[in-house]
């Protein structure tokens, strides 16, 4: 490739929101399987989850203490406690027993209310004295109660599909009785390294050699969102390069590469994706990572991410993990964002979007100035700082938007 052509590769870059929409061009793998609800954690749901029954099924006591009838507490203080019959002890795992006017049960937190009760006295606001209660304090019309169909309903969406499930939802599925649910299969992705200096950490290093430090960021980086297939390091050939290409679209559902974006006589990762798919955009408004090149064939996505560890880490967790949660059913696939206010001035060049590793000191966005062949300073770092194109410098006490690591 002669020094104009390489030149005019890079004469139309494209704004970064369009790296950012990348997920928008991609349908979700509509392929599910089974998933015991202890493994469900990071999953996607592959269906509407209605429950089955209304939780609690009965009226509960939410305190250890007396149900009664609470119009019965009316007046009852201290020094004029209302004396109710202690009819009985109504536990958690009994069938619930009945009640009569005058009278109370001792009930324990979640018991089912005995007969037509309505609320339930504290155990500290109580004595018991033979056969008889003191009641020293009122108690409003069903206090202390978790009523019937309070948390969910029967028939209500318990999880929506296309939502990630979390811990959280797992105890609710739990608790509405499902052993297992349905989930979007994880994409698999070929992960793929490439350059001649590139080599596996169980080899000599030395000055001509780099250790593959791509591979397992990738690999790593993705497994909440995937299943990772490490295709090796790849030699800058264009052959060996496109036999990988070719049986990584015959068995995943991405591909993932780094390194030969740009455009050096040696890149040759355009080339291989236009033989096999096409080119989406290459070269962004953005630093680092200008050369990223993001093609696709069909519902395949192919990134090629620069060479550099930390374009790599950036676009990753930007654009790489937003188009697999989206393949992965996701309806939430955009990058986590959120707002500071700067503690120190950052500067940029305007007509780019400028990513910059920052962390939080005393509830301050502080930069970490790094360079694109850094890695080290963005394990220090936080989140990511992002300065748009039409800034060139952003100052101290100025509301920033940041990128949360994944
Ligand atoms: N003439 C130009 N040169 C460059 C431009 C440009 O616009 N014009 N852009 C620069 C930018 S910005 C970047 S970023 C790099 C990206 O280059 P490549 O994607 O072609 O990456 P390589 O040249 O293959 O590697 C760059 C650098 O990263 C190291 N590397 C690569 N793979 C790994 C790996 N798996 N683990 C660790 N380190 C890796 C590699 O050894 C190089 O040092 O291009 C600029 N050049
Ligand atoms: O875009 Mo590159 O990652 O700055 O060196």
């Not at 390069?241 to 591909?255: P, V």
């Not at 620069?306 to 949660?325: A, E, Q, T």
Request: hydrophobic letters at 40%; charged letters at 25%.
């Amino acid at each position: 490739m002669g020094v104009i052509e390489s030149m005019i590769k890079f004469l139309k870059l494209s704004s970064f929101q369009k790296a950012l929409n990348f997920c928008d061009l991609f349908s979700p793998i509509e392929d599910c399987e089974e998933l015991n609800v202890f493994e469900l954690n990071n999953r996607v749901s592959f269906e509407d989850v209605f429950s089955k029954f209304s939780l609690p099924l009965s009226n509960r006591s939410s305190v250890d203490g007396f149900a009664v009838f609470s119009e019965e507490t009316f007046g009852a203080s201290e020094n004029t406690p209302v004396l109710l019959k202690l009819l009985g002890e109504q536990r958690v795992n009994d069938s619930p027993i009945d009640i009569e006017k005058g009278g109370c049960v001792r009930v324990a937190t979640g018991s089912s209310l005995p007969g037509n009760s309505d609320g339930v006295v504290m155990i500290e606001h109580a004595k018991v004295s033979g056969d008889f209660v003191e009641i020293y304090k009122p108690i409003s019309y069903f206090e202390n109660v978790l009523k019937k169909g309070e948390d969910f309903m029967e028939g209500s969406v318990l999880i929506n599909k296309g939502k990630r499930i979390n811990f959280r939802d797992s105890a609710l599925l739990a608790a509405a009785g499902f052993e297992k649910v349905k989930v979007y299969r994880k994409p698999r992705v070929a992960i793929i390294s490439t350059g001649d200096e590139i080599i596996p950490y169980k080899e000599e290093i030395s000055i001509s050699k780099v250790y593959d430090a791509n591979g397992p960021l990738i690999v790593n980086g993705i497994k909440n969102y995937a299943e990772a297939l490490f295709f090796g390091i790849v030699k800058d050939s264009k052959k060996d390069l496109e036999e990988k290409f070719e049986y990584a679209l015959e068995n995943c559902d991405c591909i993932f590469i780094s390194g030969g974006s740009s455009v050096g006589e040696r890149d040759y990762i355009e080339e291989v994706i236009k033989n096999f798919g096409e080119i989406i955009h290459h070269g962004f408004l953005v630093k680092p990572g200008k050369p990223l090149l993001l093609g696709k064939k069909n519902n395949i996505p192919i990134i090629g991410f620069p060479g550099h560890p930390l374009p790599v880490m950036i676009h990753l967790n930007l654009v790489g993990i937003s188009v697999l949660k989206k393949l992965g059913g996701d309806k939430n696939c955009y990058p986590k964002s959120d707002k500071g206010i700067l503690g120190e001035p950052v500067f940029s060049v305007p007509g780019r979007v400028d990513l910059v590793m920052g962390y939080r000191k005393n509830n301050f966005i502080i930069p970490l100035l790094s360079k694109s062949d850094y890695i080290s300073l963005a394990t220090k770092s936080e989140f990511i700082i992002k300065i748009p194109e039409d800034r060139e410098i952003i100052l101290e006490g100025e509301e920033v938007e940041i990128y949360l690591w994944d």
